[in-house]
């Protein structure tokens, strides 16, 4: 029966993208979309939030172009949960991907892959995936092995045409190979020629069965570089077939085992191991941005090209012990405070935004699915499936100074609630609240809830409304429609 209702959905789907008039009437081509996603990229790891270090030139000018997004959101504080709400548009308590390493992307969840595919887009992933296993054959990173077949979803199960993809991690350098560990386990050597070496033990796949060779030199050097060079052949091959693309570049760094090559280290002389392969493998990510960029307009694509980055949470490890900043928030990687959730992020679509800028309307990961869905023409044939995202297409126009419907958080035993001034915060899976005000206390100092008692209830309201919603889709009622 549920066969029958996913057929029956997506049938209805084309018929109505069909019948569903173009909302780029008068272009001469639909829009391009590029969504490029860092793996434990703080907010204050880049030159254009304040970072006066590391070295990240092309992402400055990307800024500088387009519109700098101060308050954007990853769906929550770890990677795999982020990434799901990035292709679906709904928060990941929707769908059952609730932390790392957790759930896979259900075949009932209709992805941003299989929707420009019936627009005839061709479509890209390229780094990592961490949206289900891609093998039931081998022993693969952290959940494949033969037999596992509970978690199998990969791009090929969802209208991916080329990817080149890991299910999770490896090293930012000689991304097969196991590096040398630093001193404590926290800095991390590259090989020398020489060095014994070993099998880091995640493949690169590019479809069903199918992948690199882990002894091939094309797999040696930037990882970074190597996912990008890929979507590049993608976007050029698409260019060149004057087919419209979405391309997913999901970079790896600056995730750990971060491994800076000796060229990318030499820039920080006199930073510790940890803090030069840190700070290295980001400029060395850096490098691969501004090769698309230059790419995209040396194909006359850049036009009509939505180019979007950011990261998929706050940064790993403990404040003043590791090298990753959350710059003024409070929190990192794992926490809904400031610094596990708001990340580094920067939209460029001269067709949209002609005037570049800055923003402090609050949007996130949620958002990229119903902006592009907007953009390219489409009408959910579904319109009772909850959306956690909203198109920004307006924001885009200055038409939209103020966020409809606050933004929900779950993850584990925290809660948070945010609007456009404030945030509801529960670390005890709502038994107690705290509330800041983040106009005047982005840093999570004061808890207010005492004294804006009224603000506070109406918000416990509607999150508690919010969060039997994503209760009721993961039992699966979204999908009986």
């Known amino acids: ?283 060395a990510l850096d490098e691969q941005v501004g090769a698309l960029r230059q790419t995209l307009r040396d194909l006359g694509v850049a036009e009509n090209t939505m180019v979007a980055f950011c990261s998929d949470n706050g940064p790993e490890g403990q404040a003043g012990k590791a090298p990753g900043s959350a710059g003024p928030f409070r929190g990192r990687k794992r926490d809904l405070l400031e610094g596990g959730v708001r990340v580094p992020g920067i939209i460029e679509w001269p067709a949209r935004i002609s005037s570049p800028g800055k923003t402090d309307f609050p949007c996130g990961t949620v958002d990229y699915f119903p902006t592009i869905m907007e953009a390219a023409g489409f009408a959910l044939p579904d319109p009772d499936r909850p959306m956690d995202g909203i198109s920004l297409l307006p924001l885009f126009a200055g038409e939209m100074t103020s966020r409809p419907e606050a933004m929900g958080f779950q993850s584990q035993n925290q809660v948070a609630y945010t609007d456009n001034q404030y945030k509801l915060y529960s670390q005890d899976n709502g038994k107690t609240w705290q509330l800041y005000d983040l106009h005047a206390d982005p840093g999570e100092t004061t808890d207010i809830i005492s004294s804006h008692g009224r603000v506070a209830d109406k918000m416990m309201e509607k999150v508690d409304a919010w969060r039997a919603s994503c209760q009721a889709s993961d039992q699966g009622l979204d999908y009986k429609n």
Request: hydrophobic share 35%; charged share 20%; net charge neutral.
């Open 1 to 283: 029966m549920a066969g029958k209702s996913l057929v029956s959905f997506r049938l209805l789907f084309c018929l109505a993208v069909c019948l569903t008039p173009s909302l780029t009437r008068g272009a001469e081509a639909p829009p391009n979309f590029v969504l490029v996603m860092c793996d434990d990229l703080g907010w204050g790891d880049v030159g254009f939030n304040g970072n006066q270090v590391i070295k990240t030139p092309h992402l400055d000018a990307m800024a500088a172009a387009g519109l700098k997004l101060n308050r954007f959101y990853a769906a929550a504080p770890v990677c795999s949960p982020t990434r799901g709400s990035v292709v679906t548009g709904r928060h990941p308590y929707r769908y059952g991907i609730y932390f790392a390493n957790v759930g896979h992307l259900k075949t009932e969840e209709f992805s941003l892959y299989e929707a420009l595919k019936t627009k005839g887009y061709r479509t890209g992933h390229f780094g990592k995936w961490h949206l289900g296993t891609l093998t039931t054959k081998i022993k693969d990173a952290n959940r494949g092995k033969s037999g596992n077949k509970e978690d199998y979803s990969a791009p090929w199960h969802h209208q991916v045409d080329v990817c080149l993809v890991t299910e999770s991690k490896v090293p930012t350098w000689d991304p097969m190979l196991a590096p040398k560990n630093g001193a404590k386990q926290q800095g991390w050597a590259a090989l020398k020629e020489g060095d014994a070496s070993k099998f880091y033990g995640t493949h690169y796949w590019t479809g069903e069965n199918q992948f690199l060779d882990p002894e091939s030199q094309e797999l040696g050097g930037d990882d970074s570089k190597i996912v990008m060079s890929h979507a590049l052949d993608f976007i050029r091959d698409s260019a060149g077939k004057k087919k419209p693309f979405l391309a997913v570049v999901w970079f790896h760094a600056p995730h750990l085992p971060v491994v800076a090559g000796p060229e990318y280290a030499a820039l920080y002389p006199g930073a510790t191991e940890y803090e030069a392969n840190f700070y290295g493998c980001i400029t």
